[in-house]
């Protein structure tokens, strides 16, 4: 979908360590991480030995004040949990999102116009402390008849850092990570230029694993790895260049409960999924009750009631979709409208969709694989494309559109069109093109719900949601 995940392997996955490495010490700024400075997706793999380093130091509060401060630290890379300082780091970054949003003279903005976008009080979605992550990808060193899971310091991406642990990631995976290792040791056959592993869980605790290869895949290994994932309980694809083996199958069924509703998703290997499951049911909650409710303190309905948990009302009119992937929110949000739009470009994405819609006895929507640009001249111009055979665009109410789209924004193209719209869900997993994108549509729309989602806690990264209402009134494009 275009998004780089801020956890793939390589990743700068922040401050204190409980990892093992030997030799040399490794140096780097926690402080200049967090400022974005550092490269999230330096995942290189090279030569080297597993080195030492010395446990940084936990972030401390300044003196006199609420905020907190990050000590510099001799690692960035870090698999480590700090329930104890949560919240207090999550505050920090929801300062630093909403810092965005505030009138600047900078001329980094995209867009000319860097003027205070006034934001209403922002609704905070909490991450689970520990074991929150369903997906994980490590590299497999080995040094004589020992093999490790590794990740790679953004500073020093030649050099491996053994991970003992995972405690981000969901007890599926801590469970698996020493079971594999242990497989892999005992037998050569699975061990030979084995060079990475993806571990893809599900809450219910299905799981898949992934095993690259730099050499091509025998039947020795497909029948060592068969009886390998009968032990072990999981799916196992192997790939190597122009080859993948499937033992089991090569996907899992995630059931996110949302709204009291069990909802099922047919996650793919090698696809894009939300990696933690808790904040996913949180924001499709969210863009379910946005897309009704203007403000979330009267979509309560009652003091002391949780919103979140309160179905919203239903829609009379039709809902588009922009970038909707394999359907994580097209599924929740289909019974909130008449019919539904949705479009993707991916073919794969699309046929995720399509299956994940039928999975859940969903029947009103309508999946085109069209960019963005391409359903503007469809509407506005009647352009006829082939992939539109069968959707009569004429049919559709379109009042509400929901954006998911990548770290770059939507870009001004995409903007001008959804300025049509009189109600914009807009989900970011950046704060700072989330606010140049909202500059740009400042003159019809007005922001009247700003949330926040925890999906990568300890780390900078920052997910946040907006519901902006046309200034006019108008319920329709």
Same mark, same amino acid.
């Given at each position: @979908? ?7 392997v ?5 401050m ?8 040399a010490t490794?140096?780097?700024?926690? /402080? ?6 550092? =490269?999230?997706?330096? /995942? ?5 030995? @597993?080195?030492?380093?010395t446990? !940084?130091?936990?972030?401390r509060r ?20 700090r329930p ?6 999550l505050?920090?970054k ?9 009138a ?10 860097? @003027?205070?976008?006034?934001? #209403? ?7 689970a ?21 590794a990740?790679f310091d953004?500073d ?10 995972? #405690?981000m990631?969901?007890e599926?995976?801590?469970e698996?990570?020493?079971k ?5 040791? /005992?037998?050569e ?13 599900t809450?219910?605790?299905?799981a ?10 025998t039947e ?9 994932r ?13 080859q993948?083996?499937?033992?089991? %199958? ?6 996110l409960v949302?709204?009291?509703? !069990?909802l099922?998703y047919k ?7 939300? !990696?933690n ?8 909650q969210?863009?379910?009750n946005?897309?009704v409710?203007?403000d ?6 009652d003091?002391?009631t ?5 179905p ?8 588009l ?6 359907g994580?929110?097209t599924? *929740? ?17 699309? /046929?995720a969709a ?18 963005s640009?391409?359903?503007? @001249?469809a ?7 082939e992939r539109? =055979?069968?959707?009569?665009l004429s049919e559709f109410?379109l ?6 789209p990548?770290? *770059? ?8 069109? %959804? ?14 093109t989330?606010a ?6 400042a ?14 806690p ?7 949601? *907006? ?7 108008s319920?329709?494009?």
């Open positions: @979908r275009g998004r780089r995940d801020a956890w793939d390589g990743s700068a996955l922040t204190r360590a409980q990892v093992h490495v030997r030799a490794l140096r780097a700024s926690t /402080a200049r991480f967090l400022s974005g400075s550092s =490269n999230p997706a330096a /995942a290189d793999c090279g030569g080297g030995v @597993r080195r030492r380093f446990a !940084p130091a936990r972030p300044r003196s006199g004040g609420n905020h907190w401060q990050w000590q510099t630290t001799r690692a960035r890379l870090d698999v480590a949990v104890e300082t949560y919240r207090e780091e505050d920090a929801i300062e630093r999102a909403r810092a965005h949003f505030a600047s003279s900078s001329s980094s903005s995209s867009v000319g116009n860097t @003027r205070e976008v006034p934001l #209403p009080e922002t609704e905070v979605f909490e991450s402390r520990s074991h929150f992550r369903m997906r994980a990808e490590f590299r497999v060193w080995h040094e004589g008849e020992k093999s490790f899971l990740m953004s020093d991406p030649k050099t491996p850092v053994e991970v003992p642990s995972f #405690p990631g969901s599926k995976i801590n698996l990570m020493p594999l290792l242990a497989e892999i040791e /005992a037998s056959t699975l061990r030979k230029k084995l060079f990475q592993v993806n571990f893809l869980t809450v219910k605790g299905e898949m694993i992934s095993m690259l290869y730099h050499r091509r895949l020795e290994w497909e029948a060592q790895a068969e009886a390998m009968h032990r072990l309980g999981v799916s196992i694809v192997g790939r190597s260049r122009k993948k083996v499937i033992l089991g %199958v090569d996907f899992v069924r995630e059931e949302v709204d009291g509703a !069990p099922q996650q793919l290997e090698g696809g894009f999924t939300q !990696p499951a808790g904040i996913s049911v949180q924001m499709l969210w863009a379910k946005a897309a409710y203007d979330a303190a009267i979509s309560a309905i003091a002391g949780n919103y979140t948990r309160v919203p009302e239903r829609r009379a009119d039709d809902f979709e922009l970038y909707c992937g394999n994580n929110f599924v *929740a949000m289909a019974p909130m409208f008449r019919r539904v739009l949705a479009t993707e470009v991916s073919k794969v994405s699309v /046929a399509k299956e994940n819609l039928v999975a859940n006895g969903v029947s009103n929507v309508d999946v085109v694989r069209l960019s640009e391409e359903l503007t @001249r509407l506005d111009e009647g352009k006829s494309f539109l =055979n069968g959707v009569d109410e009042k509400t559109v929901l954006v998911d990548p770290r *770059a924004g939507m870009g001004t193209e995409v903007t001008k069109f %959804v300025s049509r719209f009189g109600r914009i869900v807009y989900i970011s997993c950046n704060p700072q989330l140049e994108d909202i500059r740009a549509l003159l019809t729309h007005e922001v009247r719900r700003f949330a926040v989602f925890d999906q990568f300890y780390t900078p990264h920052l997910e946040c949601g *907006a519901l902006l209402v046309a200034k006019d009134g319920s329709g494009g």
